[in-house]
């Protein structure tokens, strides 16, 4: 198969409504989702507590595509079988949560899921150096992990458009997230991201009743995204 760069939308199930998960997964997914953005949060590595694996694999069955992970959470190698058998795709997970960064992404493919390596804001590109052949994506964050709403931090994309030159022509996405709206999606992909998440910017608005709303905020953060490609 070969690689897709073209821009994927995940959104970020943490602006969802909790009590109507499922719903909200096949909801998003009609509505032109790429991915599914699953957000486990742990009260220690980030100060807020969200699900584990036992909830992503009840949602699971409401997902199509790609169910993909970012565990902000420390240690992450006891929870990697259980993110497995709950049917994860790509499983992120932080390059500041442990020491051993590279034993974690080693262990992610052993149990058959895509690695992908998170960097907090303040952690530089060169982090990253050492691991491109043992990744998948890379995650930038794009705010502080631990909440939805906040707002883009612009100096990112210098790492971004240095993680972009580092992959070369290696098959590995590079992921955006927090704060994407209409307003930061093209200069995120104009700096070299293809897969933008976005949690507030798609839900904000809309249900599993209202889907349609969700459907208009994807296709807005898509457009806009594009549009960036194909600027200067
Ligand atoms: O990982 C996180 C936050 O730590 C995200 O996935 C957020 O859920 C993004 O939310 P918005 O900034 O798009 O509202
Ligand atoms: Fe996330």
Wanted: aromatic residues 4%; charged residues 20%; proline residues 6%.
């Amino acid at each position: 198969m070969t690689f897709d760069r073209t821009i994927k939308i995940a959104p970020s199930i943490l602006s969802s409504d909790f009590a109507r998960l499922g719903e909200e997964c096949r909801a998003i997914e009609a509505q032109g989702a790429d991915w599914v953005h699953v957000d486990v949060m742990d009260n220690h590595f980030v100060p807020n507590l969200t699900i584990g694996p036992g909830v992503a694999k009840a949602i699971r069955p409401h997902i199509k595509g790609v169910m993909d992970v970012h565990v902000m959470i420390a240690p992450v190698d006891p929870l990697i079988e259980a993110f497995a058998e709950a049917g994860t795709d790509i499983l992120t997970a932080h390059a500041e949560a442990g020491p051993h960064i590279h034993r974690t992404l080693q262990a992610i493919r052993a149990a058959g899921m895509k690695a992908g390596l998170a960097l907090n804001p303040g952690t530089p590109a060169e982090a990253a150096a050492p691991l491109l052949d043992s990744v998948d994506l890379i995650l930038a964050m794009t705010v502080n992990p631990g909440f939805g709403g906040q707002a883009f931090l612009e100096p990112v994309l210098d790492k971004v458009a240095a993680l972009r030159g580092m992959i070369g022509d290696r098959p590995v996405h590079i992921q955006v997230d927090g704060g994407i709206d209409t307003r930061t999606a093209g200069r995120a992909a104009a700096s070299g991201a293809d897969v933008l998440v976005a949690g507030s910017a798609v839900f904000r608005g809309g249900s599993p009743d209202a889907a349609q709303v969700y459907g208009d905020n994807i296709a807005a953060i898509r457009s806009a995204a594009e549009a960036g490609l194909t600027v200067g």
